[in-house]
């Protein structure tokens, strides 16, 4: 009986769990960069980010 077959199989389940985790991480920076975004807030009716100089 070969036994080349099983470890291929056995490694599917590692696959599936490492694209699992890079998609959460990936979603999870995704959040934080806009929590950052929104959290920094606006200057009042400008629609400017905070902290951004007014250069005009």
């Not at 979603?27 to 200057?43: C, E, F, H, P, W």
């Not at 009042?44 to 250069?55: I, Q, S, T, Y």
Request: no cysteine; hydrophobic share 50%; aromatic share 6%.
């Amino acid at each position: 009986m070969p036994s080349g077959g099983v470890r291929r199989v056995n490694n599917l389940p590692l696959y599936l769990i490492g694209v699992a985790v890079v998609l959460f991480l990936g979603i999870m920076a995704l959040v934080a960069m806009d929590r950052s975004n929104t959290k920094q807030g606006y200057l009042a009716g400008e629609g400017r980010a905070a902290g951004v100089p007014h250069l005009v």
